[in-house]
Every structure is written in structure tokens, then in C-alpha cells.
């Protein structure tokens, strides 16, 4: 079974800094672009960060420019969001993406898989 598993998730004070992780299981991603989404109650899924498989494009939602950074490790299968400086406004889950080959890399409707997503809550 193809699935993408998050973890790292949880809650943090204004200012802090969480780091979260996305592993891939059933087949590799290695060759696909990874993005990572999040959604807040109410709102719409929205962009927070992408890389290509190469790792010769990164991508940031403005809000999160200088904040947090994407990476992977493609012979672990896995792709990482370090979050710092965290506000409260980040309060989301945060959902782990591959494969954007439907589409742009900054549109959720572009990815083939999801993960179940992880919650993060940062309290002012």
C-alpha cells in the first residue's frame, strides 16, 4: 500500500519551532516532486512549500518565506519542513503532498498523494 506518513506535529509558544517529517512507504518518490500544504478551520488548503525531486527548485508561500525551509532525503524517502519562528497564524494541520505531475506544484489538486496530515498549534 502506496501512503505518505507524517509526524512532528504538535503544540509550541509563539516564537518557537517544530520540525516536521513525511515518509513514504509502498513506492518511491524519489522522482517526484514533495510539496507541503496545511489547513486552518474554515479555510482552504493552501501552499506552504515544494521541492523538485532534484532539489533544483524550492518554492515558498510568502508567509512562511525565511521561515521555514523544505528539504528531503531521497534514499530515506522522506521529506522534512523545519518551522521556525512559528506564529499563531501557522496553526494548521499541515499535510504532506507528492507528485505533482497533474499539475503546478502550487495547486493541491495537482498531487497524486496525501498524507493524513499533522496538527500543529502555536499559542501567542
Known amino acids: 500500500q502506496v501512503q505518505l506518513v507524517e509526524s512532528g506535529g504538535g503544540l509550541v509558544q509563539a516564537g518557537g519551532s517544530l520540525r516536521l517529517s513525511c515518509a513514504a512507504s509502498g513506492r518511491t518518490f524519489s522522482r517526484n516532486t514533495m510539496g507541503w500544504f496545511r489547513q486552518a478551520p474554515g479555510l482552504d488548503r493552501e501552499f506552504v512549500a515544494a521541492m523538485t525531486w532534484s532539489g533544483s527548485i524550492t518554492s515558498y508561500a510568502d508567509s512562511v518565506k525565511g521561515r521555514f525551509t523544505i528539504s528531503r532525503d531521497n534514499a530515506k524517502d522522506t521529506v522534512y519542513l523545519q518551522m521556525n519562528s512559528l506564529k499563531p497564524e501557522d496553526t494548521a494541520v499541515y499535510y504532506c503532498?507528492?507528485?505533482?505531475?497533474?499539475?503546478?506544484?502550487?495547486?493541491?489538486?495537482?498531487?497524486?498523494?496525501w498524507g493524513q496530515g499533522t496538527q500543529v498549534t502555536v499559542s501567542s
Open positions: 503532498a507528492a507528485d505533482s505531475s497533474r499539475g503546478s506544484l502550487y495547486y493541491a489538486t495537482s498531487y497524486r498523494l
